[in-house]
T-cell receptor, first 115, second 113 residues
Framework: DGGITQSPKYLFRKEGQNVTLSCEQN?????MYWYRQDPGQGLRLIYY???????QKGDIAEGYSVSREKKESFPLTVTSAQKNPTAFYLC??????????????FGPGTRLTVL | AQSVSQHNHHVILSEAASLELGCNYS??????LFWYVQYPGQHLQLLLK??????LVKGIKGFEAEFIKSKFSFNLRKPSVQWSDTAEYFC???????????FGQGTTLQVKP
């Protein structure tokens, strides 16, 4: 089955700890994205990557970091500098980075709770 | 900055009622528009998209949307909703040549049986 997997589904973290969320896709998509979903705020873009070894900040990148060493993987690290990390995190991918008409496909999400 | 605005945050309808969810975008250039749906416990999935041509776009499960350029709008419609349409709906616009999608705040639709 082709798709996007995110792990873990639920994650609990103590304040002051860094945590890494996994995102893997086997769709052979070039572009990958990380969003944060909060009630009443829709999806906000954290980071995105259009090709391997390259990524750009989104609208709310502070307190987060990413890497793109392989085409199929785009892990997100939530650092202790992120002031309000409790949220639902969604990963997405797309065939090409620039073409607007290609839709993004989404993973099942990871719910992060900071205790 | 480009933005997307959804007018209704929470909509409650009875089965068989007609649905229209509003979406406005601020970008003035060429725009690609999307409606996504998130059913309870499921992945966010595409309902329909517009990138050119006929401004009336038909999607899955009987949904349609009309692109009105003069009003910067892309409202989602369904003539008769079902209980299974209960979900959160997101409008999104593609931003320039970056591949970035800008999402609206989302609308929670609750359909009563």
């Amino acid at each position: 089955d082709g798709g996007i997997t995110q792990s873990p589904k639920y994650l609990f973290r103590k304040e002051g700890q860094n945590v890494t969320l996994s995102c893997e896709q086997n769709l052979n998509h070039d572009a990958m994205y990380w969003y944060r979903q909060d009630p009443g705020q829709g999806l906000r873009l954290i980071y995105y990557s259009q090709i391997v070894n390259d990524f750009q900040k989104g609208d709310i990148a502070e307190g987060y970091s990413v890497s793109r060493e392989k085409k199929e993987s785009f892990p997100l690290t939530v650092t202790s500098a992120q002031k309000n990390p409790t949220a639902f995190y969604l990963c997405a991918s797309k065939i090409s980075g620039l073409a607007g008409y290609n839709e993004q496909f989404f993973g099942p999400g990871t719910r992060l709770t900071v205790l | 900055a480009q933005s997307v605005s959804q007018h209704n945050h929470h909509v409650i309808l009875s089965e068989a009622a007609s649905l229209e969810l509003g979406c406005n975008y601020s970008y003035g250039g060429t725009v690609n528009l999307f409606w996504y749906v998130q059913y309870p416990g499921q992945h966010l999935q595409l309902l329909l998209k517009y990138f050119s041509g006929d401004p009336l776009v038909k999607g899955i499960k009987g949904f349609e949307a009309e692109f009105i350029k003069s009003k910067f709008s892309f409202n989602l419609r369904k003539p008769s909703v079902q209980w299974s349409d209960t979900a959160e709906y997101f409008c999104a616009a593609h931003s320039g040549n970056t591949g970035k999608l800008i999402f609206g705040q989302g609308t929670t639709l609750q359909v009563k049986p």
